[in-house]
């Protein structure tokens, strides 16, 4: 028998039964869509205890410390899949087979090329500007490309979308790097990996030839496999909501970037490196830890604790391997800063305040660390971040618009303003 849950209220007005559904995991809701027609509505404000829909793509168990894509394990993925596939996993559902997978990636390779007159867009931004926001600009003027003829109800339009997305994503990110360092545009090559092809327009010049190095590459890729989606966090609802009134979907993804950038969600690799540039050196460390657990200092140790996981974080566990295997070969294992690095990991996970508290490094502290190591520059942090979750957005876009009960997202409010008054004309109000 189906549970219910029945809502009783204090004044004596009639009680109201409401379902509740379990999914495949997590925590059951209760389907409160009924409540608007007996008078009220539920208030929430941040969404923290309310499920927006219904998705088929990613779970996560915070407090066990899980993370599944379409039911894998983000473990077994990182270490037997790649991020082409993984991308074709969240958009279709399935792992594809050899002939599906030759043939996405074709695809993938066949659209990484940007419209010609798109360079113009670059060139409209002045040098300095902060490539996320060339990034947010590019992304969002695909739409004036590709408009007409969207038939966003038909899944052959939509995947179409999904694939120019992922594809031309990082050509947008290099030439938004590229062209705050004053260097020519470099072009994708198609004989070369997705992460191969990134190290390649990002760091090569015309000037002399670049091979990627294939441990570089192969770390790039796991990063991206390992932000490749994680649910209804702010930049995915915001794809869908923005998506949800049948909006352009470059225009969407754009948004979505656009929420990624706030320091509280995409920012935060950027901030662990700059505390370790003001940390300067080993020896502040313990003046940084006893800053952090001091309540009267408003510093927390970036790249510590995280919203939802309160164990360690399954992608911080995968990417430090990473970035000690980035480090060792860079030969850049003694290097000062990230020896610091090093030490304050070290200490934290030893520390009593850090482990009552359940603060482990998260993903962002490692991430920062390896970009740092390759010689992307803080500024492009946020930007590899948006790139990578290119594909969850566009595969949460997708799933929302092929769901036949899919409605226009549209929160309603508790108004606190003022009551009903009248207008009063300019010459009666005073000084
Ligand atoms: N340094 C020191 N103390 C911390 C830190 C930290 N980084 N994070 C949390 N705490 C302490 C809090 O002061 C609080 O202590 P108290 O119980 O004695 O009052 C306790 O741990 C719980 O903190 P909350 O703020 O309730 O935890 P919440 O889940 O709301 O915060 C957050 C999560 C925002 C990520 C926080 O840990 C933080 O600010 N971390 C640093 C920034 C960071 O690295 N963000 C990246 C997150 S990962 C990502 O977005 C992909």
Known sequence: ??????????????????????????????????????????????????????????YIDGDEGLLYYRGYPIEQLAYQSDYMEVSYLLLHGELPTAVQKTAFEESIRHHSLLHDQMENVFRGFRRSAHPMAVMIGVTGAMSAFYHEGNDLFDPKHREI?????????PTVATWAYKFNEGQPFVYPQNHLSYAENFLHMMFSTPCEPYVPNPVLARALDRIFLLHADHEQNASASTVRLAGSSGANPYACVAAGMASLWGPLHGGANEAVLKMLDDMGDVSR?????????????????????????????????IIRETCYEVLDELDLRDDPQFKMAMELERIALEDDYFISRKLYPNVDFYSGIIFRAMGIPPSMFTVMFALARTSGWVAQWNEMLSDPAHKIGRPRQLYTGPERREYVPMDQRGA
């Not at 509740?20 to 027609?37: C, F, H, M, N, S």
């Not at 539920?42 to 205890?49: K, L, S």
């Not at 979308?161 to 994503?169: F, N, S, T």
């Open 1 to 58: 028998m189906k549970k219910t849950v029945t809502l009783t209220f204090s004044d004596g007005s009639p009680s109201i039964e409401l379902p509740i559904e379990q999914g495949t995991y997590g925590k059951p809701v209760i389907d409160i869509r009924t409540l608007g027609a007996h008078g009220y509505f539920t208030h929430d404000p941040g969404f923290t205890a309310t499920s927006s829909c219904t998705s088929d793509i990613t």
């Open 285 to 317: 460390i313990p003046e940084y830890i006893k800053r952090a657990k001091d309540k009267s200092d408003g510093f927390r140790l970036m790249g510590f604790g995280h919203r939802v996981y309160k164990n360690m974080d399954p992608r911080a566990r």
């Open 161 to 169: 979308v999904a694939h120019r997305l992922i594809a031309k994503v």
